[in-house]
């Protein structure tokens, strides 16, 4: 039998409809290579137990001919979505032993289409970050090595764990969430695609909140279509989450396939600032000709605001997680510390339950909504969100679809020097503008540099497009032909 694993969604999904194999081998199929692989560290928690008895139930769906979309299709989650009983970290020690009670929407629907659950995927501590090393649970190795160093690579972050596992064949798909780029930016690092929907596509509720106006949920898959397929079950319309627009949800999968010819492709002269990685630039513009050769028209755009976003994203973005935060107080979740008073309780559980990249986060948040700030910093921030957004507004008059780089380098090394939060910070800088504008985007795996890392070209269509981005992406699939991991035994 071939290898299970190596399987897309897509193939696996007709051959247990033909009964090749059942949904029991193929999830112990990931099981065994969850084991086989623990050393990447993608795992906070394996749940075989909760894995084989779902697979067993699609079994029985699918020999009655009931199944749901992604009938016994074996995913990982990220530990940021709350799965009932079972413990929902967030990354952080302040979580642990969190079991809630619920099941998130997101995490729900999944169920329902009769997916599996193989456990709980590593990320940055609380979402942030763009490597993974926040994590109180420790770093995720990426699967991927480089020609010319023999150390360990981060996966990208903060949905690395997700990103590890696909890309190294422990899930056929997982769950991501991002916030400034945290599907996108490990999806190109680790060689896969990765999808954030329009914001309000997909619901919040009962995933861990970072940054409330900007989360979004979306899928991690090793194809475009397996991407299509999850996102469909993925989204819909929430009552529980009042940011869950009221949308039809397309067929996304429909779409794949009738090409770019006749779309016209912006290219955003402010994504090509100077000293942009060569390898990136000249990938980029590799993907440039593929669109040309696809049909579409190229067509150079320009977003002005587009430096602005990443000092507009560091501010909003801490300033929703500090009021987010403000709930882990040793009261309602997870660990306390005892103190003398409730005061000191609280700031005692504080210290100890967060990490350094959280509180400075906590810290800055705090800072520019308080009182004497809130208008230079936080409204300002606002103010500049808006006009970020008007830039893409603009050019989505002229232009379908928008092609840019997804990350400025590859994946750098596990152990390099971290010591300015600022150059962690410019990973997404090709990321936040699409965050802060709500509008979808995804990232496709499009080549190799020199070294052999594999580095993603991101696609962004207006909000409620992703039938566009879709098509889109599975032009630069097919003309790109990833040279994915092969599947170690
Ligand atoms: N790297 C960004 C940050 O640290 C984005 C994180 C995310 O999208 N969750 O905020």
């Known amino acids: 039998m071939t290898n299970l694993t190596a399987l897309t969604i897509a193939t696996a999904r007709d051959k247990l409809a033909k009964k090749e194999f059942t949904a029991v081998e193929l999830t112990q199929a990931h099981l065994a290579a969850m084991d086989r692989h623990k050393h990447l560290n993608a795992f906070i928690a394996m749940t075989p137990d909760v894995a084989v008895a779902r697979a067993k139930e699609s079994d029985a769906r699918l020999a009655s001919g009931k199944s749901g979309a992604l009938e016994g299709i074996p995913l990982g989650i990220k530990d940021l979505f709350c799965t009932e009983g079972v413990q929902t970290t967030a990354g952080s020690h302040i979580l642990e032993g969190f079991v809630p009670p619920y099941e998130s929407t997101v995490t729900q629907k999944l169920r329902d289409a009769g997916s599996v659950m193989l456990g709980k995927l590593n990320l940055d501590e609380f979402a942030m970050g763009s490597s993974n ?11 991927w090595k480089a020609k010319t160093r023999s150390d360990d690579l981060v996966p990208g972050g903060s949905s690395g764990g997700s990103a590890a596992a696909v890309s190294g064949y422990l899930a056929m798909g997982a769950t991501g969430t991002d916030t400034g780029g945290s599907i996108r930016q490990p999806a190109s690092f680790c060689g896969i695609v990765g999808v954030k929907p329009t914001y309000g596509r997909c619901s919040r509720w009962g995933v861990v909140a970072f940054a409330s106006s900007l989360d979004q949920p979306g899928p991690m898959t090793r194809t475009v279509r ?4 999850m996102l469909k079950v993925m989204c819909g319309h929430d009552p529980k989450d009042s940011t869950s627009a009221p949308m039809a949800v397309p067929d996304f999968e429909a779409v794949l396939g009738q090409g770019v010819k006749g779309l016209r492709i912006g290219i955003p002269k402010e994504y090509r600032p100077d000293g942009l990685n060569t390898e990136v630039a000249a990938l980029w513009d590799c993907g440039i000709q593929w669109m040309k050769d696809a049909g579409a028209t190229i067509v150079d755009i320009s977003l002005p605001h587009t430096k602005t ?14 009021s987010n935060l403000a709930r882990y107080d040793g009261v309602r979740f997870g660990q306390r510390v005892e103190g003398k008073s409730l005061d000191e309780m609280y700031s005692k559980t504080r210290a100890a339950g967060f990490g350094t990249e959280v509180k400075r986060r906590i810290l800055i948040g705090t800072y520019v909504l308080s ?18 957004a008007r830039d893409f507004t603009e050019a989505f008059e002229k232009v379908d679809a928008i092609l840019t780089p997804t990350a400025p380098t590859p994946a750098f090394g596990v152990n390099d ?29 499009a080549g190799l540099n020199s070294d052999g890392l594999p580095l993603g070209l991101q696609v962004l269509t207006k909000r409620w497009d992703e039938e566009t981005m879709f098509r889109v992406c599975q032009v630069l699939e097919d003309a790109a032909q990833f040279p994915f991991l092969k599947v170690t035994p």
Do not use: W
């Open 226 to 229: 397996d991407a299509a397929i």
């Open 417 to 445: 020097p971290q010591d300015d939060p600022v150059a962690m910070y410019l990973n997404d800088v090709f990321t936040v503008p699409a965050s802060l504008a709500g509008i979808p985007g995804a990232s496709v795996p």
């Open 309 to 322: 976003a990443l000092p507009t994203y560091y501010i909003v973005a801490p300033a929703e997680a500090s």
């Open 371 to 388: 009182a004497g700030y809130y208008d230079a910093y936080y409204l300002k921030a606002q103010k500049v969100r808006a006009l970020i």
């Open 133 to 143: 090393l926040t994590s109180f649970f420790g770093a995720v190795k990426s699967p």
